[in-house]
């Protein structure tokens, strides 16, 4: 066997990273009709957000090995969370439209300058068991409908209003 020149060692990259950035200071709207924005404040988690594809089994007889395509795209089932503010009407509110299961356009703007809108299909509301030591809290839960936009650059202040049409950057 021939004598093969291959270096092992691991690669060195010119590329040094910052420190990653934490989740804290996100800042999550909603709107009913694409217009008008409202912060929905509390929020501890709100879930996976993104779609990715199931796959299509294309194998035939004729192949010796398993082959796929992509298929359709379809988001995660969502939990969103968060502490109950009784004085905050925004959250009411979107507890109520939860509770109507209400498709509503939501917005997550990270302190990263990234952000994303999408269509949410929300599915009820349940109120977790509090205990002497907890705070209240709620849960809603979701389906994403469609795909997510997407953006990238933006300065988060406590102001951002997004994009009112997810699907026309």
Do not use: C, H
Not at 14 to 22: E, G, K, L, Q
Not at 66 to 75: M, P
Not at 125 to 143: C, F, H, M, N, Y
Request: negative net charge; hydrophobic residues 35%; proline residues 6%.
């Amino acid at each position: 066997m021939a004598d093969l020149d291959v270096n092992l060692e691991p690669a060195r990259y010119s590329y040094t990273p910052t420190d990653a950035i934490v989740g804290g200071e996100t800042q999550v709207q909603y709107s009913t009709d694409g217009t008008t924005w409202k912060p929905l404040r509390g929020v501890t988690a709100y879930g996976d957000t993104g779609e990715t594809a199931s796959f299509i089994d294309q194998t035939t007889v004729e192949d010796s090995e398993a082959r796929y395509l992509a298929g359709k795209s379809e988001a995660p089932d969502r939990t969103i969370s968060g502490y109950l503010y009784p004085d905050d009407t925004d959250q009411a509110a979107f507890l109520e439209l939860a509770e109507s299961k209400a498709n509503v356009l939501m917005s997550i703007f990270w302190k990263s300058g990234n952000a994303v809108t999408f269509v949410i299909a929300l599915g009820g509301r349940i109120d977790p068991e509090a205990t002497s030591d907890s705070l209240l809290s709620w849960q809603v839960t979701g389906k994403q409908s469609g795909k997510a936009k997407r953006w990238s650059g933006l300065t988060v202040t406590s102001d951002v209003t997004p994009n009112p049409d997810p699907n026309n950057p």
